[in-house]
């Protein structure tokens, strides 16, 4: 029989419920006998698969349910453009299924559960709350399980099918870069505050200076934690007037040249000033920043000695060999030399143990973490991987500007995300075209029409 389909979405209505599961009744047909009656019945052949009439109807209500709650006024399709729509997606659901059986292509238990542990995470739930969640809006947690596998797989089938019909050149990331969507896209916006003492017109040398005084004496209570929106709710500070303004996001050509130069090095909540000008004494304060493409990141130079277990070395003789050669570096021998004599990564070995600069996430958690954790200079002792025992040190810590490698990975991920839609739809008409579809019409009232070309 065909298993249920059922649609991965996030607990506020975005796991949507696809499918129920084939029903099979008994009835009684008198005080002796029972006789078994099948409700259910095949309504169209996929090629080597068929669609049964319980998948469509449970996928036809849910859609129209959705339909139904959309907000007032919407536009909403015809109930016979709706019928179209469920049975092609169950068209193009079954020829995918078909070749993902085809090219070998399974779901494991641990991808599964590792995957419904991550949905879980998005929605802020626990595995257990997720589960209650599911129950409260009718959903079995077994169903939304196997729908959650076959999004999974789709999304797999997909991928394989059009990887290499995809690319984005370098000169697709310039253009898009030079037009005003991708200036628009990368610039960074402001959110500044504002607070002026001001000097009033005709002030006197005297009256300059006490008004400097009061200013800096602001300037001190701001670095004490005295809140800058409570000083802007004022009228007066130190016998001085006051007046505060919002001046509301701004991109940094936009930003008064007053405070041009200091408004992209500040974080958020940083107080700048006084700057003096011919009206006062100014201080903004940072309250928010979105968009950009500043891309910061701390790289590190490591250098390591890398022991392996093998076909002759047993585990526990790998960790005792790390141990030993960790003691040695202790005592005085050179690092670089026993790492070109021991080690088993051959292409840092062969340097002295160096891995060469990169960034924290470049490398598997547990070495990543003892990195971290080192002091430029000092030895760990041996830290497990995957890959055996590690001692480690580290050279050398940087940071690095990467904002321009940062922005044009952006670019080519956001072309490629939308020349990969445009390319799945047309794939999409092409298995379509391509598969054998045949509709079962009993003479019923519930027999499908076929949709709509």
Do not use: C
Not at 68 to 87: H, I, L, Y
């Amino acid at each position: 029989m065909k298993k249920l389909v059922k649609k991965q979405l996030k607990i506020s209505s975005q796991l949507i419920y696809f499918g129920l599961s084939l029903v099979l009744a008994l009835t009684s047909a008198g005080l002796v006998q029972a006789e078994v009656q099948w409700l259910d019945r095949s309504i169209a052949i996929v090629d080597d698969d068929v669609i049964l009439q319980s998948e469509y109807d449970a996928r036809l209500k849910t859609t129209e349910l959705r339909i139904k709650n959309r907000p007032e006024g919407a536009q909403k399709p015809s109930q016979d453009m709706v019928e179209a729509q469920v049975m092609d997606g169950l068209i193009l659901k079954s020829i995918q299924v078909q070749m993902a059986g085809r090219r070998g292509i399974r779901i494991s238990e641990d991808e599964l559960n590792n995957a419904i542990k991550g949905i879980a995470r998005q929605n802020g739930m626990s595995l257990p709350d997720f589960k209650k969640a599911l129950q409260s809006e009718g959903v079995s947690y077994l169903d939304a399980r196997e729908g959650i596998r076959d999004e999974i797989l789709l999304s797999r089938v997909q991928q394989a099918a059009l990887r290499n019909r995809v690319a984005v050149s370098d000169q697709e990331v310039d253009s898009y870069l030079n037009s005003e969507e991708g200036q628009k896209q990368l610039s960074t916006e402001y959110l500044i505050a504002h607070i002026l003492l001001l000097v009033p017109p005709g002030a006197s040398v005297d009256r300059l200076s006490d008004i400097e005084l009061a200013a800096n004496k602001l300037a001190d209570d701001f670095k004490q934690g005295v809140s800058f929106v409570d000083v802007s709710k004022m009228a007066v500070w130190d016998g001085n007037a006051l007046r505060s303004s919002d001046l509301g996001w701004r991109r940094t050509v936009e930003i008064p040249g007053l405070f041009a130069k200091q408004v992209p090095g500040m974080r958020i909540g940083d107080v700048v000033g006084p700057t003096q000008s011919a009206s006062g004494f100014h201080f903004i304060q940072l309250t928010g920043k979105r968009g950009g493409a500043e891309h910061i990141v701390e790289e590190v130079l490591i250098r390591h000695i890398l022991i392996s277990p093998n076909e002759v070395r047993t585990e526990d003789d790998t960790l005792q060999l790390a141990l030993s050669l960790s003691q040695r570096i202790k005592d005085g021998e050179d690092f670089a030399e026993l790492a070109k004599q021991f080690s088993d990564d051959p292409g840092s070995g062969s340097e002295g143990g160096k891995l060469g600069w990169s960034s924290y996430d470049k490398y598997v958690p547990a070495f990543a973490t003892a990195a971290r954790e080192l002091p430029v200079g000092k030895m760990s002792e041996p830290v497990k991987t995957q890959f055996g025992w590690h001692i480690l040190e580290v050279v050398e810590r940087r940071t690095e500007d990467r904002s321009v490698e940062y922005q044009r990975n952006q670019i080519r991920n956001l072309i490629y995300r939308r020349k990969y839609e445009e390319e799945k739809y047309s794939w999409f008409r092409k298995i379509r075209e391509e598969a054998y579809v045949e509709f079962i019409d009993d003479g019923s009232e519930k027999s499908v029409v076929p949709p709509a070309e």
